[in-house]
């Protein structure tokens, strides 16, 4: 807790009483909130000042209009998500927390690169090169690994056993892992990255990277709630973690400033999210579960920000190698509208997939 904040309102004092639950529920109403009431005003500043969205991208004549009323709709809506989501964590999480640290270093590193990315395309139309993009994210998620292993968690497993906080958890084997010592560094590094680009790939329809990434975070604030408590870890089999409680209320944070931002970002979007919102977003989701040590779920969870990202893997590898494209357009969104699709029905048929992934993977928790 930040000392100073504890005299001027007393209730904060005794807010490590609370349990991780409330404070949960609490960070998340606190963000949804501080989102909703911020909203408005941030995007008519934003329209006020003509920081708009761009985008034509030079890459598809065809993509660029069917983008084409865009043009007129604000961006940096990342700036509005994540200062509810940081306000919210101040307030209810335990900032002595090593975890909460982390995430907060997380959030300000990648929303720097991703701020610097979108002024730059403000001001000349185009961002930062890919290649500098890339180290940049490569640097800040190692320095973020860098400080969880100088940080480590304690970890028990089901059968009361300690271990090693920089191990790789398989998921479902009851406790079985991988020591990876300093190799976890490496390892935190390749998660954030992962999904920081997983969801920057996604955010390109109304709503859609919003809505596919809260899934997954409420997935993931199910798990730091059981990994965070000895009995319902032991029930579902998976290793408790210390600090996984203060996961679990920064993800509420996150959870309850997405669905604010989600109101104005729904189709017809009324903000984006830039860079600014989804590097950190992506970023913050593959720390938390790594944190939790449930990394490889994400590959499950994450199905929908995972097809995406590999659709462009795919289709980048299938040109150089064979010539030929196999989608129509990647991400795999736009293949979608060059096939006729709504947005909104893009949007909700993802959203669907992305819910029943997520909760298939919790009900083969709870079953196991």
């Known amino acids: 807790m930040i000392p100073w904040l504890e005299t001027v309102l007393p209730w904060l004092a005794n807010l490590h009483l609370a349990s991780s639950g409330a404070r949960t529920a609490a960070a998340a109403l606190t963000a949804l909130a501080v989102v909703l009431a911020c909203g408005s005003p941030w995007i008519r500043l934003l329209r006020g000042r003509s920081i708009l969205e761009r985008p034509e991208r030079g890459d598809s004549e065809r993509l660029d209009k069917l983008h084409a009323s865009k043009k007129h709709t ?33 959030v300000g590193a990648l929303a720097a690169i991703g701020f610097a990315d979108d002024w730059k395309k403000l001001r000349t139309g185009k961002g930062i090169s890919a290649r ?8 800040a998620s190692c320095l973020v690994g860098a400080y969880v292993y100088a940080h480590p968690l304690v970890v028990t497993l089901p059968d009361g056993t300690v271990a090693e ?22 390892w935190t590094a390749a998660v954030i990255t992962s999904t920081s680009n997983a969801v920057n790939l996604t955010d390109g329809l109304d709503g859609l990277a919003a809505g596919s990434s809260l899934i997954v975070a409420a997935a993931y604030t199910v798990l730091a709630l059981a990994a965070g408590s ?84 795919l289709q980048v590898l299938s040109f150089k190698l064979r010539r030929k494209r196999i989608f129509l357009i990647a991400p795999l969104h736009h293949h979608f509208q060059f096939k006729g699709w709504p947005e909104r029905k893009i949007t909700r048929r993802f959203w669907l997939a992305g819910a029943v992934l997520a909760l298939g993977v919790l009900a083969g928790l709870i079953g196991s």
């Not at 975890?99 to 270093?105: E, F, H, Q, R, S």
């Not at 920089?166 to 190799?183: D, E, K, N, Q, T």
């Not at 604010?260 to 979007?269: I, K, Q, V």
């Not at 970023?283 to 199905?303: D, F, N, P, R, Y």
Request: glycine letters at 14%; aromatic letters at 10%.
């Open 74 to 106: 604000p961006t940096l809506g990342g700036v509005l998500w994540f200062s509810g989501t940081v306000l919210a964590t101040v307030l209810w999480a335990r900032l002595d927390d090593p975890a909460v640290t982390a995430l907060l270093l997380c």
């Open 132 to 139: 500098w993009k890339f180290r940049c994210q490569i640097l």
């Open 165 to 186: 906080s920089s191990a790789l958890f398989l998921p479902f084997s009851r406790g079985y892992f991988l020591p990876l010592g300093m190799g976890c560094i490496v």
């Open 230 to 313: 000895a009995a319902a870890g032991a029930h579902l089999q998976l290793p408790h973690v210390a600090g996984a409680a203060e996961v679990a209320v920064f993800l509420g944070a996150l959870l309850g400033g997405g669905l604010g931002f989600l109101w104005f970002n729904r189709h017809p979007a009324r903000i984006f999210m830039g860079d600014t919102g989804s590097l950190p977003l992506g970023g913050t989701l593959g720390l938390s579960a790594v944190l939790v040590k449930q990394e490889l779920l994400l590959l499950i969870v994450g199905g929908v920000l995972v097809a995406e990202a590999m659709s462009v893997v």
